[in-house]
């Protein structure tokens, strides 16, 4: 069974700084990977598709990247705002019978002002 | 292009009855995929489905069921609850057709309190 590790579970830094979320999982045969953010007691918004024949993507401050053969991903956030404060969920996509997302536990991001 | 969304937001009830909730896909998305979040668990895959067959089924027990409209709306309904129930269930669709590689955008949840 897949199993998709965050670390840190929790980081807090100044604004201003660039910061780097991990996620690793267990399976290396996965469709591709997409990385959420999450507001308290909301739903989830997507921020970062990475296709398996792909290797990073970029949105603005953000930049993801995909190694499958090791079993990682990263987020990077560049000069973190206030405003990115909340948890970052990455999720695996695989195929069974269907598709199927496996989830991180996240990394609950708190910047600073 | 109108978002996902959920009926209702917000759900309280008692133990051992039975709730339905419902979702909305976005408009031309045929795949709808449920999931059970909380504080302990993390996100849980609940069941997938595509095209008004469910593709897919998470390790939940058969309480849990769920199914499809022509139309690709898709409601969930969990019989007999349990206070373990208790949790924020979120729905989610994609535009895939059949095949993989493709985004999945989520509603707001609903947030289920079981007493």
């Known amino acids: 069974k897949q199993e998709v590790t965050q670390i840190p579970a929790a980081l807090s830094v100044p604004e201003g700084e660039n910061l780097v979320l991990n996620c690793s999982f267990t399976?290396?045969?996965?469709?591709?990977l997409q990385w959420f953010r999450q507001d308290p007691g909301k739903g989830l918004t997507s921020l970062l598709l990475i296709q398996s024949s792909q290797r990073e993507q970029t949105s603005g401050r953000l930049n993801a990247s995909l190694d499958k053969s090791s079993g990682r991903s990263t987020l990077y956030i560049a000069a973190s705002q206030p405003g990115d404060s909340a948890t970052y969920l990455c999720?695996?996509?695989?195929?069974?019978?269907?598709?199927?997302?496996?989830f991180g536990t996240g990394t609950s991001l708190t910047v600073i002002p | 292009k109108a978002g996902v969304t959920q009926t209702p937001r917000y759900l309280i009830k008692t133990r051992g009855q039975q709730v339905t909730l419902s979702c909305s896909p976005i408009s031309g998305h045929r795949s709808v995929s449920w999931y059970q979040q909380t504080p302990g668990q993390g996100l849980q895959f609940l069941f997938e489905y595509f095209s008004e067959t469910q593709r897919n089924k998470g390790n939940f027990p058969g309480r849990f069921s769920g199914r499809q409209f022509s139309n690709s709306r898709s409601e969930m309904n969990v019989s007999t609850l349990e206070l373990g129930d208790s949790a924020l269930y979120l729905c989610a669709s994609s535009g895939k057709t059949g095949a993989m590689d493709s985004e999945q955008y989520f509603g707001p949840g609903t947030r289920l309190t079981v007493t």
């Open positions: 399976d290396s045969a996965i469709y591709n």
């Open positions: 999720a695996v996509e695989v195929w069974d019978t269907g598709n199927q997302f496996y």
